[in-house]
């Protein structure tokens, strides 16, 4: 432990941020840094407790008291090795994780928790500013070649596993560039590309390849890659979005979320936009769903100078903090602002959407929405709803975002013609602790597997795949599980 009273002397402080009027002039990342005596006080603020649960609380096991302490005590070597034995990118969970340890924190049960997420995002930044982080090319190469379908947060940390244990890795991204969901469906205010672009940059240096513009199934065949390579990784994600099918559906202007975020990240990294723009420029914008997407939708939509964004949400409005429902240390469902929101944004619970107005051409002008009542189980979940009779109302609307989630990976090429068996779901049926598909030598892993998730659960996933794959191919595993390099840290 860096400072036995850390927690008592220091409260929990979040670096300052640009204000939302000027921020929402460009699409710059406008988180600020800590300062030096800030940092080292956040740091001091966790207690090294007897059981640390944020180690459960965190899908990777990042060990989080020992590079807190090391951060306490500036030896940023330290703390950066330790950070990156359990987590290959804390660059991108740094800035876009939910932070699920600090819900687990054990100081979270009576004070706010310690501030792991900003901690973490600058132990990396300090390190590449120090010139810590080195490509780490393997000594000895195993003669095994493996392809990687996807290059998203799983495909991209099971590739750099695969590869650290000496196999040739390829990586096969249907788009333009590395990346995936970090690269074409978070918004740059969130993650600028450079930060992604950076680390294929060491990952190429360390000897994976990356062959993008193949879309596997279509401009490559998947009997060619069952024929070439040793073991295939489907790590393609969940990308087929759920509709909202009702009356006024085909109108010009109601798009799926991730259309409209990847259609504006192509504009910012000057890459050429197919289709027609989807622009909100002097719109009223409705976005339906209230998670995280519809949050990105609202921050770009505001960017591009929309009239008025409205966020709808189906379900009521979570509580402000725990309930006795949500005791903890699990992950509470309470109420998010998030940055997006702070920007300016019209919030709304407990909303059905009736049908969507058209006018005379076939564009869109309003929805029409209706307000819901919900009885909830014994445990607190919402259960059932009921329309509130005379809630009905249209309110005006030219562009319509569906951010609902995502139902499944694409099925239709690769995974049709695979032929491999799945869940369901519609995902891709993979054995709970083998990630081994019905074809022996092909894996799954992240949200084509597990269904859509989390970006820290999606880096999980690949580690511990690239671990299954590799005893797979060499009868055992040089490559550390979550839960055996907890142990170390223990010991």
């Keep these: 432990m860096g400072k036995p009273t850390g927690f008592l002397e220091f409260t929990r402080e979040l670096p300052g941020k640009e204000s939302p009027a000027e921020r929402i002039k460009n699409y710059n990342e406008f988180q600020k840094r800590y300062d030096a005596p800030t940092l080292n006080h956040q740091a001091a603020r966790c207690m090294n407790c007897g059981v640390p649960f944020c180690h459960s609380g965190c899908p990777l096991g ?167 390579f040793h073991a295939i990784v489907l790590a393609g994600g969940s990308t087929i979005p759920r509709d909202l099918t009702i009356p006024g ?25 197919s289709g027609e723009d989807i622009l909100t420029t002097g719109k009223n914008v409705i976005v339906i769903g209230g998670g995280d997407t519809g949050s990105d939708c609202v921050g770009t939509s505001n960017r591009q100078g929309a009239i008025s964004v409205t966020q709808l949400e189906l379900l009521p409005k979570p509580p402000e903090g725990r309930t006795q429902f949500m005791p903890w240390p699990t992950y509470p469902m309470i109420l998010k602002t998030s940055s997006s929101h702070e920007e300016g944004a019209s919030r709304h619970w407990a909303i059905g959407t009736k049908a969507f107005i058209g006018d005379a051409k076939g564009n869109l002008k309003g929805i029409q929405l209706v307000d819901l009542e919900w009885t909830h189980t014994d445990d607190g979940r919402p259960a059932r709803f009921v329309e509130v009779a005379g809630s009905e109302r249209e309110i005006p609307c030219e562009r319509a975002f569906l951010a609902m989630g995502f139902l499944h990976p694409q099925h239709k090429g690769m995974l049709d013609n695979l032929g491999v068996e799945r869940d369901e779901r519609g995902n891709v049926k993979a054995a709970e602790k083998s990630y081994q598909t019905s074809i022996p030598k092909v894996f799954a892993a992240g949200d084509m597997r597990r269904g859509q998730s989390l970006v820290v659960w999606a880096i999980s996933e690949g580690r511990e795949c690239a671990r299954k794959v590799d005893e797979f191919l060499m009868g055992n595993s040089q490559l550390e599980s979550k839960d055996a390099s907890l142990q170390a840290m223990a010991i």
């Design 249 to 273: 559906r085909e109108l010009k202007g109601i798009h799926f979320a991730m259309d409209f975020l990847k259609q504006q990240n192509k504009r910012i990294s000057g890459r050429p936009v």
């Design 62 to 228: 990042n060990v989080i008291p020992e590079f807190n302490d090391a951060v306490f005590r500036n030896d940023w070597q330290e703390a950066y090795e330790i950070l990156t034995s359990t987590n290959n990118f804390p660059e991108f969970t740094g800035r876009i994780c939910p932070a699920p340890c600090e819900s687990a924190c054990v100081l979270g049960i009576n004070q706010p928790p310690v501030t792991i997420e900003e901690i973490e995002k600058h132990i990396i930044e300090i390190a590449f500013d120090k010139g810590l982080v080195h490509a780490r090319t393997p000594r000895v190469r195993t003669g095994k070649k493996i392809a990687v379908v996807g290059s998203g947060p799983a495909g991209l940390a099971a590739a750099a596993q695969l590869n650290s244990a000496g196999h040739q890795v390829t990586v096969f991204e249907r788009d333009d560039a590395p990346g995936g969901l970090l690269r074409y469906g978070i918004p740059d205010f969130k993650l600028e590309k450079w930060v992604i672009d950076r680390r294929i940059s060491l990952l190429e240096e360390e000897g994976v390849i990356f062959q993008c513009n193949t879309n596997i199934g279509i401009d490559a065949s998947v009997n060619d890659l069952l024929r070439e």
